[in-house]
């Protein structure tokens, strides 16, 4: 069945010119960059897919906010746009701005937990799990079994398995739980969503065991999309309704507002109603990010943020942003192509296992399709798989993931229709070249995050 391109619901005022490389050149590019995506300069890019992080085309009102920014150091007015923004939408009493995702979780994180305490996620993103552990604090992953099947459709593969949690609550003992996190969507998963009757019930669970519940909420707007969508209850409700409901079942939130608040810079941090809890939040982001009233950002960057929190939530553009996720994804249903199914909200994950099955998770599935997407179409993604987990820190062996996935993060606003279409094209064109990809080794790599900086080398 043919999936319609929504139209974009708007026009383009200013552009910015890209330009493809030949061939030749990028094969040149991409070996003089050892093989890691990370190491080639955007300009060698057509299309870069690398992340939706703080990629996002602003719209007309969000610049004209950027020349409204009150850049006063204490009490700017940009400050209290974004207070006022904030409290609407969320419904929380206090709302503190950081400059990034992983600044909200480096501030609020060691205020919850420390050493011998355990947080468990449905499924952390590795900022978030690199700060529970800064913190002293073990990391738990817990998303429902369906997650790890790429083939398996089901609405809500984002979820947190909730009568596992209570396992792992009952067997650590809940005064060892120091935070249970909900990431919404679930990056990690493929941007899957979470339902509302997950987020209830783990908040329930949170409750009866007296268990703190912080929502990482990078992907919050998309997430309500995908439950007005796909559960019954919500087909009538406004998202804005629906946003609110959803951070009723938390009692704080840290957010990279780099995604769906549509902006290049910035984060937020949200606590309910802990008057005590957020004083010492502001503690903490005037030592690490800045003064309370602009936390790291320019009065510019509130500005801006101030209005695409709204501009995140506005139906027609979720339509749209949608829209474009599952265009692209019937597009390879009909080619065959297989990915994490039914389509995120941000990203097509492709399996490149099943893409490419000769290639061996030693020899990196994942890392050879994003290789090749750039050889044959100058197109940026990135390995979410075993060469992106890296290796067991106690052998040292090469640890094997549960997934082999190309991600193509797709920027807000960003491509259009026909760059959609190229994406397609690229990946049937690699399907039937698939024998002739290699594999990869790693000929250096340093001891940590290595996928951002290591060498490679194709195997013969
Ligand atoms: N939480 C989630 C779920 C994220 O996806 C990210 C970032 C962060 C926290 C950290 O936010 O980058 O603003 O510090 N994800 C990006 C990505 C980088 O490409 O998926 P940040």
């Known amino acids: 069945m043919e999936?319609?391109?929504?139209?974009?619901?708007?026009?383009?005022?200013?552009?910015?010119?890209?330009?493809?490389?030949?061939?030749e050149e990028r094969i040149k590019k991409i070996k003089d960059a050892n093989y890691n995506l990370f190491n080639l300069r955007a300009e060698d890019v057509y299309i870069d897919l690398l992340t939706d992080s703080g990629t996002n085309a602003m719209s007309s009102k969000q610049w004209a906010g950027v020349m409204e920014g009150?850049?006063?150091?204490?009490?700017?007015?940009?400050?209290?746009?974004?207070?006022?923004?904030?409290?609407?939408?969320?419904?929380?009493?206090?709302?503190?701005?950081?400059?990034?995702?992983?600044?909200?979780?480096?501030?609020?994180?060691?205020?919850?937990?420390?050493p011998g305490k355990i947080a468990i996620s449905n499924m952390?993103?590795?900022?978030?799990r690199a700060h529970v552990e800064i913190a002293g604090a073990r990391a738990v992953d817990c998303v429902v079994p369906e997650a790890k099947d790429p083939s398996k459709r089901a609405p809500f593969k984002g979820n947190m398995d909730t009568e596992r949690l209570e396992k792992l609550i009952e067997e650590h003992g809940p005064e060892n739980i120091a935070l249970i996190v909900m990431t919404i969507t679930n990056n990690s998963a493929g941007g899957q969503p979470v339902s509302m009757a997950n987020l209830k019930k783990v908040y329930e669970i949170g409750k009866k065991?007296?268990?703190?519940?912080?929502?990482?909420?990078?992907?919050?707007?998309?997430?309500?999309y995908f439950i007005k969508k796909r559960e019954?209850?919500?087909?009538?409700?406004?998202?804005?309704?629906?946003?609110?409901?959803?951070?009723?079942?938390?009692?704080?939130?840290?957010?990279?507002a780099k995604k769906d608040a549509i902006v290049n810079m910035g984060g937020l941090i949200g606590i309910k109603d802990?008057?005590?809890?957020?004083?010492?939040v502001k503690g903490n982001t005037i030592s690490f990010e800045g003064f309370v009233t602009y936390g790291g950002l320019s009065g510019r960057d509130l500005e801006s943020l101030s209005i695409g929190l709204y501009e995140g939530i506005d139906e027609d553009y979720l339509n749209y942003?949608?829209?474009?996720?599952?265009?692209?994804a019937a597009k390879l249903d009909s080619a065959g192509i297989a990915y994490q199914a039914p389509v995120g909200g941000h990203g097509l994950f492709i399996d490149a296992a099943a893409l490419l099955p000769h290639i061996d998770y030693r020899e990196f599935p994942g890392q050879a399709l994003a290789i090749q997407l750039y050889i044959e179409a100058g197109i940026r993604t990135c390995d979410i798989g075993s060469y992106m987990l890296g290796n067991d820190p106690d052998t040292g062996k090469q640890l094997k993931s549960d997934f082999e996935f190309t991600r193509f993060a797709i920027p807000r606003r960003v491509y259009t229709q026909s760059h959609i279409d190229i994406m397609v094209d690229s990946l049937i064109k690699i399907k039937e070249m698939a024998n002739e990809v290699p594999g990869y080794k790693i000929i250096w790599e340093p001891p940590i995050l290595r996928h951002f900086q290591a060498y490679l080398e194709p195997i013969e």
């Open 70 to 114: 009150d850049e006063a150091y204490a009490g700017a007015k940009s400050y209290f746009k974004l207070l006022e923004a904030g409290k609407d939408i969320f419904g929380y009493e206090f709302i503190q701005p950081v400059h990034q995702g992983r600044a909200a979780e480096k501030v609020l994180f060691p205020l919850l937990m420390g």
């Open 321 to 328: 942003r949608i829209g474009q996720m599952e265009y692209f």
């Open 232 to 256: 019954e209850a919500y087909a009538d409700k406004s998202i804005k309704e629906i946003v609110s409901e959803i951070f009723s079942y938390a009692d704080s939130f840290t957010m990279s």
């Open 124 to 128: 952390f993103f590795d900022t978030t």
């Open 209 to 224: 065991y007296g268990i703190t519940v912080n929502i990482d909420a990078a992907r919050f707007a998309e997430n309500a």
């Open 3 to 23: 999936t319609k391109y929504i139209p974009e619901p708007f026009r383009i005022k200013m552009v910015e010119t890209i330009k493809i490389l030949s061939r």
């Open 274 to 280: 802990d008057a005590e809890l957020y004083q010492k």
